[in-house]
């Protein structure tokens, strides 16, 4: 069964607004991964953010964990029209098989020009 | 580095036939796994590798099998293909369970 869940489903915004997508999982983690995947191309990986941490940063991305609620949000601050694309979490589960990761459905973010 | 490619980049076959996805990395990552994504479904685990020799099962395996014989390489193989094997199949390679690099999928359609 899927473990990551995002949040929501669709999201569409103007040019220079933030987005925000919400992931919920289900176990303890060893960490937890962002992947974005522009419409009929393979996925491409955006941050992770380990167990032990909170808050990460990668240019306009910022990424929070928390742990005790079982949960990670990605915001893309002043975003871009070629921003646009399907955004996927990713948890690989504390102990479970290395190097196995459990995808949520993913959100699908349109930026209006 | 080529990184991850995959073939065939589309591919239609008909109910009962059998074929391989072809899957290589050239970035010496012991890890490597095949998904399947469907529409509003998202990506799910059909096989995974730690290493050369050693595979598992994911979250939907039945009809697919794989074989691990050397680090670059992870075929899957379609044993008996049925319309409801009709998806994109990605596969990816990571070292040790980091970030995952995705190849450019292949597009299957079973008649």
Redesign the interface.
């Known amino acids: 069964s899927q473990q990551g869940e995002e949040d929501p489903q669709a999201l569409s915004i103007q040019e220079g607004e933030n987005a925000t997508m919400n992931c919920s999982y289900k176990t303890s983690i060893n960490n937890l991964q962002w992947y974005r995947q522009n419409s009929g191309r393979g996925l491409v990986h955006l941050i992770l953010i380990r167990s032990n941490e909170r808050e990460k940063h990668s240019g306009r991305l910022r990424v929070t964990l928390d742990t005790s609620k079982k949960s990670s949000s990605l915001l893309i601050t002043a975003s871009r029209a070629a921003d646009t694309a399907s955004y996927f979490c990713a948890v690989m589960n504390y102990g479970g098989s290395q190097g196995n990761l459990i995808f949520g459905k993913g959100t699908k973010l349109s930026v209006k020009p | 580095n080529a990184g ?1 490619t995959q073939t065939p980049k589309f591919q239609v076959l008909k109910t009962g036939q059998s074929m391989t996805l072809q899957c290589a990395q050239d970035m010496n990552h ?2 490597m ?1 095949w ?1 399947r994504q469907d529409p ?6 059909i096989h ?1 590798s ?1 290493g050369a020799g050693i595979t ?1 099962q ?2 939907v395996p039945n009809g697919y099998n794989v074989s691990r014989s050397t680090t670059e390489d992870f075929p899957l193989r379609l044993l008996s293909a049925a319309p409801s094997q009709t998806s994109v199949y ?1 596969c ?1 390679s ?1 070292y ?10 292949t597009r299957l359609t079973v008649l």
């Not at chain 2, 509003?40 to 685990?45: A, I, K, N, Q, T």
């Not at chain 2, 040790?96 to 999928?105: K, L, S, V």
């Open positions: 991850v012991e890890y796994s998904y509003g479904m998202g990506l799910r685990l995974y730690v598992d994911g979250e990605f990816a990571s040790r369970g980091n970030e995952q690099f995705f190849g450019p999928g």
